[in-house]
């Protein structure tokens, strides 16, 4: 079927091994992306075949979009760095009329309840990476006993500030927004992992399957898919280390969505509540799950699961539309939909190519920083997540359609 308003999503199938499926009808998928998926797709413990989501771009050790059903094996570059990070998002009964009409102190108000951002090149008197050490001790509590045992075997994943980065959103592309949707009924959104935690424990552990590799003389075509064997020295261990960043990581989320509901309380005026609709996500994870027949470990690289009713969270750029969505349980993409966007151009081409001209008239209307500083996540910078959302229509259905007003950065 060639008809792209028809065709929901193209199969390949490489010689020898290795077979995709890749919901990009209507588009970008750029060579250097297949060329990642296909490597991927040739690995021995693959389940069935790589899924790819609309929002696909490459990516540093494996494909952004990419969901990946192994057996017996994990890799740990497939998951990398931002462990867990996700989205959350909650709505509330206010609607436009209740936000204040100076929306900048409003931003400037959750930008102050929220460290983001760095400085101090991340150093000791970072003001933007850390909190109050003592501020969310109850929160670290709750995940100290796991993490000491992982530590004591593997001491080189322990940073510093893994309690005092509980509540704090980091940079790059993470986010907070306060948004409307179609019934003008005010959400807060937002972006973020497991923060330098999650980050150590990734490249401590990518490094330890490329040594495996090296060790075993495995060759692959890309050392990124260096992988850990079930059974073998470190498979459990790094499976346990990466089930509790995704858990700082759900809970640094919930931290930080307190914090930023507790800012409208103050700045509203009025009494108002959060209903049931409330949701916390992950998009750069693993999770043990059963597909055709087997028990498989399911790698999302930049993608959400979506089960039948599974409600998700699929943001647009600065300017754009997000989506509450709910699943609609496909099975050929293991239950899976797409993160967001995905990239059209790597943040050094867009900071070349756009000004903050450019920018300003892109995020016309939204309360967000308009300076050169922010140009690598101007929206031109993204897909049209219009044609993402039409790409994986027998993926999810949308319930919610969300326009941003106000957008704090990291």
């Not at 951002?117 to 929160?139: C, L, P, Q, T, V």
């Not at 609709?277 to 693993?286: E, L, R």
């Not at 500083?373 to 259905?397: C, F, G, N, W």
């Amino acid at each position: 079927m060639n008809d792209p308003s028809k065709r929901t999503h193209d199969v390949y199938a490489y010689e020898g091994r290795g077979l995709v499926r890749s919901w990009t009808v209507g588009v970008p998928f750029e060579a250097s992306a297949k060329e990642q998926v296909r490597h991927m797709a040739g690995m021995p413990f693959i389940h069935k075949w790589v899924a790819v989501m609309p929002d696909v771009h490459t990516g540093i050790g494996a494909t952004v979009g990419s969901v990946i059903a192994t057996r017996g094996a994990v890799i740990p570059a497939a998951v990398g760095v931002d462990i867990g990070c996700g989205m959350a998002a909650l709505r509330t009964t206010l609607t436009s009329h209740d936000l204040p009409d100076n929306l900048s102190a409003l931003r400037s108000a959750i930008e102050a309840a929220v460290p983001h951002g760095r400085s101090d090149n991340g150093g000791a008197n970072d003001k933007g990476a850390h909190r109050n050490k003592d501020r969310e001790s109850s929160a670290w509590a709750n995940l100290r006993e796991r993490f000491e045992k992982i530590a004591a075997k593997y001491p080189k994943i322990d940073h510093r500030y893994k309690d005092e980065q509980l509540g704090t959103l980091g940079g790059g592309n993470h986010f907070i927004e306060v948004c409307l949707d179609e019934e003008d009924r005010v959400w807060v959104v937002l972006h973020s992992g497991s923060r330098g935690i999650g980050n150590r424990i990734g490249v401590h552990f990518i490094s330890l399957a490329k040594e495996d590799m090296q060790r075993w003389f495995i060759h692959l075509p890309d050392a990124d898919l260096a992988y850990f064997p079930e059974g073998s020295v470190h498979f459990d261990d790094y499976v346990r280390a990466v089930e509790w960043a995704q858990e700082y990581a759900a809970m640094n989320r919930s931290i930080m969505m307190s914090a930023v509901v507790g800012v409208l309380d103050d700045s509203i005026g009025k009494e108002f509540w959060t209903d049931a609709t409330a949701i916390n996500c992950h998009h750069n994870y693993i999770s043990r799950e059963h597909h055709y027949g087997a028990n498989v470990i399911v790698t999302r690289k930049g993608a959400v699961r979506a089960r039948t009713g599974d409600l998700g969270i699929i943001p647009g750029s600065m300017g754009a539309k997000s989506f509450i969505v709910r699943g609609l349980g496909n099975p050929e993409s293991f239950h899976s939909c797409s993160h967001g966007a995905g990239r059209v151009m790597s943040r050094t081409e867009a900071r070349r190519t756009f000004t903050v001209d450019d920018h300003v008239s892109a995020t016309a209307g939204v309360e967000c920083r308009k300076d050169v500083d922010v140009l690598d996540e101007t929206p031109a910078a993204y897909k049209s997540i219009d044609a993402v959302m039409h790409a994986q229509r027998d993926l999810v259905e949308i319930v919610h359609t969300l326009k941003q007003v106000l957008c704090v950065k990291g």
